[in-house]
């Protein structure tokens, strides 16, 4: 089992920043990939943004130039800097884990971006 503890979300106005960070803990030795998710109200949850172990990352469109995941392998730490916040990024964003043969999510936390 894997247990995730996620942090950072708020309110922030458009053009603001915010850093989400993720903290696994158990069996994390069998972790190989990381990466947040993102849910707003009437939509599907979606992939933001994920990192490999050996550090090779994938974003959506939409966050590309804006957003910027990063890991730390030996705390196990998976980190989410957002840029340029506007209020289309508004949406509960999951923690997203995967091992070797399933996957763990977080519990979520809000991120608001309102004037």
């Known amino acids: 089992q894997v247990q995730l503890v996620e942090s950072g979300g708020g309110l922030v106005q458009p053009g603001g920043s915010l850093r989400l960070s993720c903290a696994a803990s158990?069996?994390?030795?069998?972790?190989?990939?990381m990466a947040w998710y993102r849910q707003a109200p009437g939509k599907q949850r979606e992939l933001v943004a994920g990192i490999t172990t050996a550090g090779s990352t994938n974003y959506a469109d939409s966050v590309k130039a804006r957003f910027t995941i990063a890991r730390d392998n030996a705390k196990n730490t998976v980190f989410l800097q957002m840029n340029s916040l506007s209020p289309e990024d508004t949406a509960v964003y999951y923690c997203?884990?995967?091992?070797?043969?399933?996957?763990?999510w977080g519990q979520g936390t809000q991120v608001t971006v309102v004037s």
């Open positions: 997203h884990v995967r091992t070797v043969g399933t996957t763990f």
């Open positions: 158990g069996s994390t030795f069998s972790i190989y990939y």
